[in-house]
């Protein structure tokens, strides 16, 4: 996989995250299929955190010093830490493509960055810098799947309506 790449992907996905979230009642963003699983307000706080504190931020430090640590990232705690339940879900969706938007100028004003630049990660070895960016484009079609996935079950919970005419899901 290559830079630009990537780097498309991640200016596209923004648009798909901002046309599928956008709009959604506060019924559908505070949903949830079960108490373990996550709310379209929480994916929506996951991916703005993520943007900012993982892949930017660990990217940045990799290309600036290899040898110094990774900033610390908790984000299955993030979700009471941060009270994601509690938060504005359109301010947080607004925040989230705001520093999507910081990302792709980031990424865009590197000058002839070396993507096998690695970091030592402690547990999984080098991860070189196009590892890290190639995961961060994984990183959003997974969740992508994930508030396709909660769209739907939202729709089959609430619908009167059997869903199988649509096709198998």
Same mark, same amino acid.
């Given at each position: 996989?290559?830079?630009?790449?990537?780097?498309?992907?991640?200016?596209?996905?923004?648009?798909?995250?901002?046309?599928?979230?956008?709009?959604? %009642? +506060?019924?559908? $963003? #505070?949903?949830?299929?079960?108490? !373990? @699983?996550?709310?379209?307000?929480?994916?929506?706080?996951?991916?703005?955190?993520?943007?900012?504190?993982?892949?930017?931020?660990?990217?940045?430090?990799?290309?600036?010093?290899?040898?110094?640590?990774?900033?610390?990232?908790?984000?299955?705690?993030?979700? %009471? +830490?941060?009270? $994601? #339940?509690?938060?504005?879900?359109? !301010? @947080?969706?607004?925040?989230?493509?705001?520093?999507?938007?910081?990302?792709?100028?980031?990424?865009?004003?590197?000058?002839?960055?070396?993507?096998?630049?690695?970091?030592?990660?402690?547990?999984?070895?080098?991860?070189?810098?196009?590892?890290?960016?190639?995961?961060?484009?994984?990183?959003?079609?997974?969740?992508?799947?994930?508030?396709?996935?909660?769209?739907?079950?939202?729709?089959?919970?609430?619908?009167?309506?059997?869903?199988?005419?649509?096709?198998?899901?």
């Amino acid at each position: 996989m290559n830079y630009y790449y990537c780097f498309q992907a991640l200016y596209e996905n923004k648009q798909v995250f901002k046309t599928l979230l956008w709009g959604a %009642s +506060e019924a559908e $963003y #505070r949903w949830k299929p079960t108490t !373990e @699983k996550w709310s379209l307000l929480e994916v929506v706080c996951h991916l703005y955190d993520e943007e900012r504190e993982d892949f930017r931020a660990r990217l940045k430090s990799t290309f600036e010093d290899p040898s110094k640590e990774w900033p610390k990232i908790d984000p299955p705690a993030w979700v %009471s +830490e941060r009270n $994601y #339940r509690g938060q504005d879900y359109e !301010e @947080k969706l607004l925040n989230f493509l705001k520093e999507r938007d910081t990302s792709l100028s980031w990424l865009e004003s590197l000058q002839s960055p070396n993507w096998d630049t690695p970091y030592v990660h402690p547990k999984v070895g080098a991860v070189p810098a196009i590892r890290l960016l190639s995961n961060w484009v994984a990183h959003d079609y997974l969740h992508l799947r994930q508030i396709i996935r909660l769209k739907y079950e939202f729709l089959e919970a609430h619908s009167n309506e059997p869903l199988d005419y649509a096709g198998a899901w």
